[in-house]
T-cell receptor, first 116, second 112 residues
Framework: GAVVSQHPSRVICKSGTSVKIECRSL??????MFWYRQFPKKSLMLMAT?????????EQGVEKDKFLINHASLTLSTLTVTSAHPEDSSFYIC????????????FGPGTRLTVL | GEDVEQSLFLSVREGDSSVINCTYT??????LYWYKQEPGAGLQLLTY?????DMKQDQRLTVLLNKKDKHLSLRIADTQTGDSAIYFC????????????FGKGTRLSVIA
């Protein structure tokens, strides 16, 4: 199946710094990618929908100025956590759907963010 | 909004069958999915079913859908220790660039 990669897989940062997470579709194009956040022992919560060439759509309660999303090309979306706080520590997962494929959404392996 | 419910835990003995259940509220759900998440890993799609189907079988996996009751189940035959993971049920309303709504996940523990 199609492959979605995320980089980095793990990151540890200090409070107040910014962290950028990349989501790439490796062998297909995606006009839309989704960013999810998973809290320990909990389900995945959709944070935002990333649209190529336009602004992301954020879910209610997600601060768009804190979680900056850029979808610069059909194969790359980035999520930047700005001024990170310990409560931002979480597992962030992206997904994408192959434009030319079926209805499956392909998930990246996730990025574990730890903010000290 | 849409809601997807799952029991949180299931424990089975190796070699037995596992049945993980899921209920959803959105009657317009078109696609229903089962994902597997192993410890520390991302999500792996196991299977999905269209709402106009009531059963789908793929090797050891059998998905049953009762659209009237909005109930979905995943049966794993001959459960192995490698099947220990969290299983997420998810639904989407229609195909296309729509996000999935996930249940909280069922943690399957397989006892040797």
């Amino acid at each position: 199946g199609a492959v979605v990669s995320q980089h980095p897989s793990r990151v540890i940062c200090k409070s107040g710094t910014s962290v950028k997470i990349e989501c790439r579709s490796l062998d297909f194009q995606a006009t839309t990618m989704f960013w999810y956040r998973q809290f320990p022992k909990k389900s995945l919560m959709l944070m935002a929908t990333s649209n190529e060439g336009s602004k992301a759509t954020y879910e209610q309660g997600v601060e768009k100025d804190k979680f900056l999303i850029n979808h610069a090309s059909l194969t790359l979306s980035t999520l930047t956590v700005t001024s990170a706080h310990p409560e931002d520590s979480s597992f962030y997962i992206c997904s994408a759907r192959d434009l030319a494929g079926g209805d499956e959404q392909f998930f990246g392996p996730g990025t574990r963010l730890t903010v000290l | 909004g849409e809601d997807v419910e799952q029991s949180l835990f299931l424990s089975v003995r190796e070699g037995d069958s596992s049945v993980i259940n899921c209920t959803y509220t959105d009657s317009s759900s078109t696609y229903l999915y089962w994902y597997k998440q192993e410890p520390g890993a991302g999500l792996q799609l196991l299977t999905y079913i269209f709402s106009n189907m009531d059963m789908k079988q793929d090797q050891r996996l059998t998905v049953l859908l009762n659209k009237k009751d909005k109930h979905l189940s995943l049966r794993i035959a001959d459960t192995q220790t490698g099947d220990s993971a969290i299983y997420f049920c998810a639904e989407s309303t229609y195909s296309g660039n729509t996000p999935l709504v996930f249940g909280k996940g069922t943690r399957l523990s397989v006892i040797a």
